[in-house]
């Protein structure tokens, strides 16, 4: 039910040598079979409702000469604009009324301010009109941001939504007070399959997001008031996004992937990265590890990154892998047996210097995020290594073709250049970007690469 590829970056590697790297790739296909089977879905929107929700961010709005108070906040009046909360309210009217969802989908709608709600179970996205009325109510709320209590709501409406395709869309534009709450409920998230596709604008905690999505094998998006360049989506563009988020999920033919890693003495497991279609770095917190999903008709890429001590020259297995995995459209669950990671440890450097091309090109997708992170927390102290680390950075993806991503780190730098600094808009950009959408490497296992390329790419 699904194919399987694994490769490592290298075949062997040199003996007597201290702790080195091995990366390995593990790239999955659902197979034909698979790929025309049609998983039920289960969405829950998770809606900041909070009062800076209410602030107009496209249009010309016009004054009216009132003002009102919200939170104990006091506001000017205007017409002739749209809130943040008018737009996704549109977005969702237009995602039930695309034709593209059927009895098989069902939506829940939750909101979160400083309270939360469950404004509508998980329901049919055929009952239009209960859909409809649930979606108005999202006017009637104000408040403060509290995060955690709207992802409470969530996690208990689809928790128990078995061999279907189950995922958490979550809006926000501010910060939240209750951060560590919301990184433990990403575990419960991440237990049970659940991804959170996580949607940001404004003045929202980066570093929060891309936690859950981390976490729960999610997705990022940087949503901006403004036309969108590079990794960025304008909030014009907020029904589209939406819309693409469900038909992926309904892409998603197989589900709940776990993976088992033994390794032997002296080899440990310190990193799986998805790759490919979007990144995402899951922590190994217990075993079996839960990876996420697999689409139909195209690849899923992981990145297993392995710390190996030194050995002496020989052919010895280091690891053992294995999966377990859901095909919801045919309500069978499926396994990839126990699968040996050999590898042949020799003396010198003419074979160890062999590389596959390929999987050296998803390792760099990977460590893009963090040459971008690491850009960002040092560019006001020393705005010339953040130059470097974003220029190296912007290399890597335009040699491997990302052009959306060079052209928000081209911009970042022209910003660095300019005022000595990464603005917080611009650090958004680049760090959800980063991790946002990669791009499907084709590589050639002829082709060279040197061994200080290497190093720079894999951060040995």
Do not use: W
Not at 156 to 185: H, P, V
Not at 355 to 379: F, G, P, W
């Amino acid at each position: 039910m699904l194919n399987v590829a694994i490769a490592s970056h290298r075949e062997f590697l040199p003996a007597d040598a201290p702790e080195q790297k091995l990366f390995l790739m593990l790239k999955l296909r659902p197979t034909k079979e698979v790929s025309t089977t049609r998983p039920s879905t289960a969405f829950t929107f998770v809606i900041d409702t909070s009062g800076s929700m209410y602030e107009i961010v496209t249009g010309v709005p016009q004054p009216t000469g009132r003002t009102y108070q919200v939170d104990g906040n006091y506001y000017h009046e205007v017409t002739g604009g749209e809130s943040k909360i008018d737009i996704v309210i549109e977005s969702l009217r237009q995602l039930i009324h695309s034709g593209k969802l059927d009895r098989s989908d069902r939506i829940s709608i939750v909101q979160f301010d400083d309270r939360a709600s469950t404004i509508i179970g998980l329901t049919p996205a055929t009952e239009v009109s209960k859909l409809e009325d649930a979606i108005a109510k999202l006017r009637n709320f104000s408040g403060g941001t509290r995060m955690g209590l709207g992802m409470h709501h969530a996690l208990n409406a689809i928790a128990d939504r078995d061999m279907t395709c189950r995922r958490t869309l979550l809006f926000t534009d501010g910060q939240t007070f209750d951060e560590e709450q919301c990184r433990e409920l990403a575990k419960q998230f991440a237990t049970n399959n659940i991804p959170i596709t996580a949607l940001g604008v404004g003045e929202y905690n980066e570093e929060l997001l891309i936690s859950l999505s981390d976490t729960t094998g999610g997705r990022l998006l940087h949503i901006v008031p403004e036309n969108a360049t590079g990794t960025q989506v304008s909030i014009a563009d907020l029904p589209k996004a939406i819309a693409e988020e469900f038909t992926q999920a309904q892409q998603e033919v197989i589900t709940n992937l776990a993976m088992t890693v033994k390794t032997v003495k002296g080899v440990k497991l310190s990193r799986i990265v998805r790759a490919y279609p979007s990144q995402a770095e899951f922590p190994l917190i217990q075993e079996p590890y839960p990876i996420g999903n697999a689409a139909a008709n195209d690849e899923t890429v992981f990145i297993l990154e392995f710390a190996v001590e030194s050995r002496a020259a020989s052919r010895v297995r280091i690891a053992q892998l294995g999966l377990t995995y859901d095909v919801p459209g045919q309500n069978r669950r499926g396994e990839l047996p126990p699968q040996n990671l050999v590898l042949q440890f020799v003396a010198g450097s003419d074979f160890a210097a062999q590389v596959d091309r390929e999987v050296m090109d998803y390792v760099q997708q990977c460590n893009i995020a963090q040459l971008v992170s690491e850009a960002t927390k040092v560019a006001e102290q020393n705005p010339l290594r953040a130059e470097e680390l974003l220029e190296t950075a912007r290399r890597m993806t335009q040699r491997i073709g990302n052009q959306a991503m060079t052209e928000s780190l081209t911009e970042a730098q022209n910003e660095l250049r300019k005022t000595r600094r990464i603005s917080s808009g611009t650090s958004k950009t680049i760090k959800m970007g980063s991790k946002g959408k990669t791009v499907r490497i084709g590589g050639d296992i002829n082709d060279v690469i040197l061994e200080d390329q290497i190093r720079q790419l894999s951060g040995t």
